[in-house]
């Protein structure tokens, strides 16, 4: 068996809320080590064209109310649906997760992160939100955003972005099993399975 | 609780194989009613957008290995990805899936139309393959094609795709349990626990 699962994720997918919440638990429950590593599925989606949610309102709809009924499922906390839809515009909020990889402190930031949009429905890619969530977390706004927008960091974004393209990856979450891929939060269980036994 | 639920799909839609072989079992199992609904996804496709697949390969190939996995688990057979997608140009397959419903042998029709894809390899909507579908399950396949281009059969495969629109469905297979509406074979579990529990 492998003894870790790759989790790629963009901070700003919607079903992504679920499986930050999710799966630290249920890997560590199968002695799975889970790695964290935000890349841009925007630049993905661009470039194969993959829209799905965008002028479609009836699948939007139902997207909010399918997190809502599985939030509830796995007692995972759910307020409404964000007014804040798509966010992180710059995607600075995910080149500090990926500075928070690199650091290790990448699991406590995408999910104070995400608390603050579907909880507190804030956009935490706007500084003063991104802020307030650094501080809570005890790391220093300036520094952080400072280094999220250096080349170390945006380098490692885009390479990550490059390894996530590679493995044929198109939607966050995708949890990988060295090349075996696994789209979607439903899907965690049975990439956990697959881990565990190949 | 209620003791049905609306299984709406498309003849033609992939991940709907599954369920084909799924959900009658599964339904059995707990005292739930399936209603077997053919409706036409691509016309909602087409009204809302909605281009999951096409010029999208990474995603395409994705399915294909995703379903293969499901399958496994389902003990359901599988082959390899059909070259025959999308099929049923003319949604002849799906008109007569609608008589079929009309008339009580939905089920086993439509199980037989997707063996012959999955399994066989071949396009049931064309007529040659859809004659032998009718033939193998005692239906008189000229009798049969001639009434689903009639009129009645025609009005019927409209209302139903009324009916899903009208639901907010935008995709096959959808479950509905009254308006509570649930996407995707992945979904039939939860779908069949709400039926029992509200």
């Given at each position: 068996m492998r003894n870790h699962l790759d989790f790629f994720y963009f901070?700003?997918?919607?079903?992504t809320y679920l499986a930050v919440n999710r799966a630290e638990d249920i890997a560590a429950r199968h002695n799975v080590i889970l790695r964290w590593r935000p890349f841009s599925v925007r630049t993905l989606m661009r470039e194969q064209n993959n829209?799905?949610?965008?002028?479609k309102p009836a699948k939007l709809k139902y997207m909010w109310r399918d997190i809502e009924r599985r939030a509830l499922r796995h007692g995972v906390p759910f307020k409404a649906a964000s007014s804040h839809y798509p966010i992180d515009a710059d995607e600075l909020a995910n080149r500090v997760a990926t500075l928070a990889a690199m650091e290790g402190w990448c699991p406590v930031f995408t999910q104070a992160a995400y608390a603050t949009w579907?909880?507190?429905?804030?956009?935490?890619?706007e500084i003063e939100n991104l802020s307030a969530i650094l501080l809570r977390i005890g790391q220093d706004p300036a520094a952080v955003i400072a280094r999220a927008n250096g080349d170390a960091v945006r380098g490692k974004y885009v390479s990550e972005t490059g390894e996530a393209r590679k493995l044929g990856i198109f939607g966050s979450p995708t949890f990988a099993c060295g090349t075996e891929i696994f789209w979607g939060d439903d899907r965690l269980e049975e990439a956990i399975e697959w881990c565990t036994s190949h």
């Open positions: 901070l700003g997918s919607t079903y829209i799905p949610f965008a002028n579907f909880l507190e429905n804030k956009d935490p890619g």
